[in-house]
């Protein structure tokens, strides 16, 4: 099960923030089609938020295909996001893990780390790699 989060110096919308930690959350492996989302009502209980912003993340999660809500049952995801094997998505975070200890040991703060991986990530894209 998912443990949705709020950071309310985002900049980012509480709902579009829900519909980004379940897309990471299929990314990464952690959901997998048949799983079933927090209901409304749990969601709201964790997060102080209106029962309609939670509506509206599961209805944009569910017209992009990725959940489908079956009444009186719940949420439900329909399809896995990313491509790559749960094996190798495990040796990836760990170098990065790694590479991430190596950023903050050399003195590197998060927001340095960001604008580095930002950086970098568009390196790679303008290379093709991404």
Same mark, same amino acid.
């Not at 990314?27 to 799983?35: A, I, K, Y």
């Given at each position: 099960m998912i443990d949705f989060h709020l950071d309310p110096r985002s900049g980012v919308s509480t709902y579009m923030q829900l519909v980004q930690q379940v897309k990471h959350a299929l990314?990464?492996?952690?959901?997998?089609?048949?799983?079933r989302l927090p209901t409304a009502a749990e969601v709201v209980a964790a997060l102080a938020?209106?029962?309609?912003?939670?509506?509206?993340?599961? +209805? @944009?999660l569910e017209r992009e295909g990725l959940v489908n809500a079956r009444p009186g049952l719940g949420t439900f995801v329909e399809r896995s996001l990313g491509q790559a094997s749960p094996l190798d998505r495990a040796r990836l975070r760990r170098q990065l893990a790694g590479w991430l200890?190596?950023?903050?040991?050399?003195?590197?703060? +998060? @927001?340095?780390?960001?604008a580095l991986f930002a950086a970098a990530l568009r390196d790679a894209a303008r290379e093709g790699a991404a």
């Open positions: 990314r990464l492996g952690l959901l997998e089609p048949g799983d938020i209106n029962p309609n912003t939670v509506l509206k993340a599961y +209805r @944009e200890r190596s950023a903050y040991g050399a003195g590197l703060d +998060r @927001e340095d780390v960001e």
